[in-house]
């Protein structure tokens, strides 16, 4: 009974993607059912055979020693404010994570260290690797495919600034399932704070998180594929040609960090922008007459998501609480409904019910990060910022059915 509430959970959403396709009779069928198709071959490996998952734990940690080096420069810049000792005892440990200071300047750092890759011939090499790989399983394109990759470990403006030189000359719809990548992933850089928190209530909560993370790639392509069809020039995949390129190593980490200096500042505009008006949507909201809670945006679309829960497995007594934990996820963040389902009483959520959810909210598909990667991307490719403006919002559709998915696919195989 669980595997058929699942496989028509999965087709549910699928339909749903179809309905808000721009395109409804040219979806990229390849791309569609091998996502699919990918999407439950990982899940059945990683969940049932762990070692599998060993490799990808390495090259999390391959992400995490990124992140370590950066902390040592934002540390030495900014002290404690970037991760440095603290002069103080600490009463709130999250609190000491400023987003600002220790997330963002990752983000100058990849900068450096793409542009220097681009220098030497690496990332050219890896594209093309790529190209010949997806060209033969769901037939998309090299920077495509490297850009979906580097999702699993790195967050929406990162993985972009690795295939930054390719952006412009990208299908709209590679475009948007690029970005809808970034929406059904998050940064292995949080991976560790989010599986802390659900450590008590989630048996191996690290390992289900990453598992979460790297299934969701495909099925974000294969809902992108359905949402904004496209046909990617193979031939072009591997092709790249750059003007006025760096004369050394050290012009390219340069040029490299000076760019990302821009990229930096838009997010940070973007981010207090966007949560700026959710809050003022909020206060809005406030003023309607209410009976019990205040009626917020998370709330709103909570009351949109019940089905959808119910769909990817969650039986129809628990799906208020499902529901409330995708609404807070997508009018808020990840981090804070991963905070609310660690609150979340026993009784509210079967231990079944709380993997789905973590696979679900398992994306960084919310306005606050569609602010960042609005600002990021705009900079990166300034030529098609319209365009990433205007397939934002359906990035978040895609990113959230692309993680529903992943729910409905661990509800159908535990």
Not at 303 to 310: A, E, K, L, N, S
Not at 336 to 349: C, S
Request: net charge positive; with cysteine; proline share 6%.
């Amino acid at each position: 009974m669980t595997v058929f509430r699942g496989a028509v959970g999965i087709l549910a959403l699928l339909l749903l993607a179809w309905l808000l396709s721009e395109n409804r009779r040219g979806p990229a069928l390849r791309v569609v059912f091998g996502g699919v198709a990918l999407q439950l071959g990982l899940a059945l490996a990683l969940l049932k055979f762990p070692p599998a998952t060993w490799v990808f734990l390495l090259l999390n940690r391959a992400v995490a020693a990124l992140q370590a080096a950066t902390d040592a420069g934002t540390s030495f810049v900014f002290g404690y404010l970037g991760g440095g000792p603290l002069p103080f005892a600490e009463t709130r440990p999250e609190a000491s994570f400023i987003l600002g200071f220790r997330a963002f300047p990752l983000v100058l750092v990849i900068s450096a260290l793409a542009s220097l890759l681009f220098y030497l011939g690496i990332l050219q090499k890896i594209v093309w690797v790529l190209a010949w790989t997806l060209r033969r399983t769901l037939g998309i394109g090299g920077a495509l495919g490297l850009g979906a990759c580097v999702h699993i470990f790195v967050g929406m403006v990162e993985a972009p600034l690795l295939v930054r030189p390719y952006l412009r000359s990208m299908a709209r719809g590679e475009l948007f399932a690029l970005m809808s990548c970034g929406m059904a992933g998050i940064a292995g850089t949080v991976m560790v704070i989010y599986a802390s928190l659900l450590g008590p209530v989630i048996p191996d909560a690290l390992g289900m998180i990453l598992i979460a993370s790297i299934i969701s790639t495909p099925a974000a392509l294969a809902v992108a594929a359905i949402m904004v069809p496209f046909a990617p020039n193979l031939k072009e995949a591997g092709r790249l040609d750059i003007a006025d390129p760096p004369s050394s190593m050290m012009e390219a980490i340069v040029r490299g960090a000076n760019e990302g200096i821009g990229f930096l500042a838009n997010i940070i505009a973007m981010l207090i922008v966007l949560v700026a008006l959710v809050a003022l949507i909020n206060m809005t909201l406030a003023f309607i007459p209410h009976a019990d809670d205040p009626l917020t945006l998370q709330r709103l679309f909570g009351f949109g998501f019940r089905p959808i829960v119910w769909l990817i497995g969650i039986p129809a007594a628990e799906t208020e609480a499902a529901a409330r934990l995708m609404g807070v996820k997508t009018a808020l963040n990840e981090f804070v409904a991963y905070v609310e389902l660690a609150r979340l009483p026993q009784e509210a959520l079967s231990p079944r019910s709380r993997l789905i959810m973590t696979f679900a909210l398992c994306g960084f598909a919310n306005f606050g990060s569609l602010g960042i990667m609005i600002g990021g991307m705009s900079v990166m490719a300034p030529e098609r910022k319209r365009e990433i403006a205007q397939l934002g919002l359906r990035s978040i559709v895609s990113g959230t059915l692309a993680t529903s998915m992943s729910g409905a696919v661990v509800g159908m195989i535990t």
